[in-house]
């Protein structure tokens, strides 16, 4: 499992922090993003921001659907 200790800031996390929580890549950060696999919001500047608990939420999808494959 992933070690989570990023410090979540009153915006929400910055791209930078959501990559570095997940273990990615900013681009991969924002592919899924842009994919809409991550669910984020725009500042007014146009940064992204992300909530801890979604990706966290994210982060225990992945980790169910790699269960359920080796499983099989």
Request: aromatic share 6%; net charge positive; glycine share 8%.
């Amino acid at each position: 499992m992933a070690q989570r200790t990023t410090v979540p800031t009153r915006l929400g996390l910055t791209t930078s922090q959501a990559a570095a929580h997940l273990g990615v890549s900013l681009s991969t950060v924002r592919r899924w993003s842009d994919q809409g696999h991550l669910i984020g919001y725009r500042t007014p500047g146009g940064q992204r921001r992300f909530s801890l608990q979604q990706l966290d939420a994210f982060l225990d999808s992945l980790e169910q659907d790699a269960r359920e494959r080796s499983a099989l």
